[in-house]
């Protein structure tokens, strides 16, 4: 005997949970959006809060595995990628060099690193847009994206 599943994945731009599961938002992503990624739960958050705040429409990812996924599958397309990996097992050299891959060449990338990390992430960094290391505020990470994309507030 023979059996056959018929199985259907949809997954919507929105913010993601800390355990994977896509929560449905009103805004399909579109060109001037940012890919927020960060294992940390209140970290994304609050840099989700700050973003939003600043104007920017942003999709809030918990870990970059789950990033490069959506990336991969075309369930995202930033105009700009901010990955923290601080606390994400997978945002090791292999992991961002996958996510710089995957990325069009004008997609920049800002990239925020722990004191342990910098070192071992220190060849990727002439292939990302901007490298911020910890400890640092929120405000220097939309600084950054505000220097690259420029004030959302002010185009529209």
Do not use: C, F, H
Request: no cysteine; charged share 25%.
């Amino acid at each position: 005997m023979t059996v056959t599943l018929k199985v259907t994945v949809t997954l919507r731009a929105g913010n993601v949970d800390n355990s994977g599961i896509w929560r449905e938002t009103e805004q399909a992503m579109g060109l001037e959006e940012l890919l927020l990624v960060a294992a940390d739960g209140r970290t994304r958050a609050l840099l989700l809060a700050e973003l939003q705040e600043a104007g920017y429409n942003v999709v809030a990812l918990p870990s970059l595995e789950v990033a490069l996924v959506a990336l991969a599958t075309g369930r995202v397309d930033p105009a700009l990628v901010v990955l923290d990996s601080q606390g994400d097992p997978r945002a090791d050299r292999r992991g961002i060099g996958q996510l710089l891959n995957l990325l069009e060449e004008d997609v920049p990338l800002v990239l925020v690193v722990g004191a342990y990390d910098a070192r071992t992430l220190a060849p990727l960094r002439p292939r990302v847009a901007v490298w911020l290391s910890r400890p640092l505020r929120v405000g220097d990470i939309v600084a950054a994206i505000r220097r690259i994309l420029g004030d959302p507030k002010r185009r529209g």
